[in-house]
């Protein structure tokens, strides 16, 4: 080196070397003094430990020396035998040789280090150990002395002295920082080290390292002394950050390897700042960085199909490559009293204050608004410390928006001032610099060109965007092809109901994707497309024409087309437009079928309403004869005559369901019980095994039970019908929400929809629409009435039927009844005993027939009867047994008179006259709601011809105790 100094790997290697000699030579003399001397007085000839030993008696005197002890002090063996011991000059002892001696006999043991004259006045240091020697019997006998001349360790620590000393001048004027450490604590520092750091040597040594490192470099540092010292091999030289005491950050390449310091292992570090050379680099890599942001933002307009997305990533760019909290554009448009943003970009961790100032009112800002108008930007380093006149707007971004460091550019777009630019912090004063504003001008013109293509982008999108909303506005489907009949446009309608998405189907010819076929033939419209293409004719398709999606799926649609001409009034294509009218035709069905049922409603509902007057006849009379059957084989013949007119009775409900306004005599209640029932009867006696799925929370329900169990009924007969031998039928409830989507013909709200499904032998799928209409059925002496049935009664409940069927397939029906909010537990009615009465009672009915039958039961009953034929007649007998003080009890009155009063105009005047009478309404036609609802129109109970004498029994009871 220049300076003549060695290099500091050498000084390291050599420094290390001579301490390790030291080190030895201590630890020889410690090992060598620790040793203990024998007691008995042959071996110590042979002793080799000392330097010189001898033998005291008690009193002072030399008994016996070795060679060396005598050699030490320049005598002879024999001249020290016998002399006392204080005839030699131990310079410096404070003790006496009488205090020596009492010592060694007290303690056992003394040593100590004095200075030694020889015989010739030479002095040299020595250590004196003494030691006591007892007898046999362990008493104090004699002492043994033993004396080491330390001259040479002496030289020795003198040299190490000197060495010392030359070395740490050595270090004090280093170039580099020099310190010493172990166990994390500043052993020794030169004044190079307190220097870059700040502090003086003395601030620095003792105190921990790790109050001077930078955190992200505690670890490096010491896993790495601990590496070494395991022996490990581990890069000798690192770079590190040291934190001086005005608070900046020095950084320092460091060269550490390991030493031996005051007997314990330590680290030798050399410190070298390299702070300038890493501002450097750090301006070579801004530079390097500035280059690729630029080819990247420059890249993004370029390449991006998306230019918002375009300004997005050049906003981020831009932002990371300033250190911003915030790059933002606002966008100045045209006749508009504010600016708003319409990008930005935050940096991670950063709190978006800003975007509590979305729009920016010119206003608010009226100085800078003015500079950048006029294209000047401007540069706020810390917004706290600008001199510009603007307090007011600069009190509005520092204290109300938290902003401390802003920069805005202008933004033009070819010569037009479209906006600003701007970055922001809302935490620390900006890094940039003045000069750093025409790195982002360079910025600002790369984006304004952006912009540029951002407005025409626009034009074309907004020109799209209305055609895609008039396409995506119209609720019907639009295909348009090329002359050639290759699809060039289809619409989200299209796709739906054709199941071609517009990737799949551009480019595919037209009958590929738009498949036809003729409702009542099946056949499909070949020559369709061609003919509109050839013709424009797509009058052939306009009827019966159903549209056959990608996965088999039919609808019926309505289809238009028209051509496209260019501008010399060629055709160069077409455009079909088509109308889904699914739900439409089957409004229709549905309309026709309530249409035919309420037709025959008219004429079920009278031939319904003179049959059961026939069967109460009939009914109450077979009752009657039982009653005094001579013999069991007349009564089982008449049993089975009653049993027969229950079930034209049965039938006789079933016209009645039909019949116009057939109400349902309603109560709210939980269905699970009502569906098990039902479906158990009616597969009772066969092979159908029957699985139940209905869940817990079923809604109640607001429904005529009686009516309710005979849909029930009929779809299980049915399942047993389909299933020829063995077979399963699965029954599931549910709720369920209907809503406009479903497109079933129902109300929206809340639902019970049961599902009756069956593995028997399915239903073909051209009479399947065909099984809701009456008397049509597929089983030989089948009424045809079941499902009809089971149709007006849900309809007349609010409700619904569908039914889902395929060949060897089974059948699935659906019943969607209206859930209601309270419910009201299930009461079957159970078959109870006559019970004997007594009273008066009026029977006022047009047939004497059924007139002589009430007479009879009510005899037999226990009850007195009179007659009348219409409501004339009954108000007349009314008065005069009320006169007579011999009233009735209670009154039974037809509902219908033909050419007569009938009982509602009948109970409304005895009403008038006596407010308590009690009334029952009896017809054979439950077309009206007064059989519903009697209670409403002033009856106390109803008789729902025709009738078994149990119920004339349990009613008459009823209303008579309530009499009474």
Known sequence: MDDGQKPKDQLVRELAEYRKKIAELQQNFKTNNSDQTESRLPHLETEQIADGSAIIDLNGNFRFVTDSFSRIYDYKKDELVGMPLSALHLEGQEHTVKSIIENVIEKGFYQCDVRHVRRNGNKFPGALEVNLITDEAQNPANILLKIRNLSAFEKIEEARRESEEIYRNLFDRANDGIMVIQDKMIKYANSRLAHLLGYSIEELVGTSLTDYLYSNDLSLVFENYQMRLKGNQVEQTYEIKLNRKEGALLHAECNSGLITYEGEPADLVFVRDITQSKQTERTLKRRLELEKTVSRISSWFITASDINEAINQAMGDMGRFAKAGRAFLFYRQESADVIEISHSW?????????????????????????????????????????????????????????????????????????GYIGLGDIEKAGEWRSKDLALFHIFAEIIGRGLERKKSAEALAAQKERLAVTLRSIGDGVISTNHRGRITLINKVAEKFTGWKENEAIGRPIGKVFQCINEKTGKRYANAVKNILEKGDIVSMSQNTMLVSKDG???????????????????????????????HRKLEEEHLKASNLESLGILAGGIAHDFNNILTTIMGNITLI??????????????????????????????????????????????????????????????????????????????????????????????????????????????????????????????????????????????????FDPYFSTEEGGSGLGLSTSYSILKKHGGYISVQSKPDEGTTFSVYLPASSVEEPVKEEEESPLEAGHGRILVMDDEENIRKVFGKMLNHLGYEVEFAQDGNEAIDVFLKARDSENAFNAVIMDLTIPGGKGGLETIQQLRKIDPEVKAVVSSGYSNDQIMSKYQDFGFNGFLTKPFKIVELSRIMNVLTKEEA
Request: hydrophobic content about 40%; glycine content about 6%.
């Open 626 to 771: 039982k009653m005094k059957a001579p013999d069991k084989e007349v009564f089982n013949m008449l049993d089975a005559a009653e049993k027969a007119s229950l079930r034209a009775k049965g039938l006789t409900q079933q016209l009645l369901t039909f019949s116009k306004g057939g109400a349902p005599l309603k109560k709210k209640l939980s269905i699970q019980k009502l569906i098990k029932n039902s479906v158990m009867i009616a597969l009772s006696g066969s092979n159908v095994k029957p699985y139940f799925s209905l869940s817990d929370d079923l809604w109640p329900a607001e429904v005529d039970p009686a009516q309710i169990r005979q849909v029930f009924r009929n779809i299980a007969i049915n399942a047993v019908h389909a299933i020829q031998d063995e077979g399963i039928f699965r029954v599931r409830a549910e709720n369920t929400m209907i809503t406009d989507e479903q497109a079933l013909p129902l109300e929206n709200g809340n639902y019970l929809k049961i599902t009756f499904t069956d593995n028997g032998t399915g239903i073909a799928q051209d009479i399947l629409p065909k099984v």
């Open 553 to 583: 799926t039919k609808r019926y649609i309505l289809p238009s087309a028209s051509f496209i001409h260019n501008e010399k009034g060629k055709v160069i294509g077409i455009v079909l437009v088509f109308r889904d009218i699914t739900e």
């Open 346 to 418: 935050f940096a991670n961790g950063t709190l978006s204050h800003l975007e509590k100032l979305p729009r920016l009112e010119p206003k608010a800002f009226p100085w800078w608004q003015q500079r950048l108008s006029e294209g000047d930007p401007f540069l706020v380093k810390y917004l706290s410390e600008s001199s510009d006149d603007n307090d007011d707007e600069k009190e509005l971004l520092l204290h109300k928006l938290g902003v401390k460091s802003l920069i805005i550019l202008p933004l033009y777009s070819g010569s037009e001032l479209s």
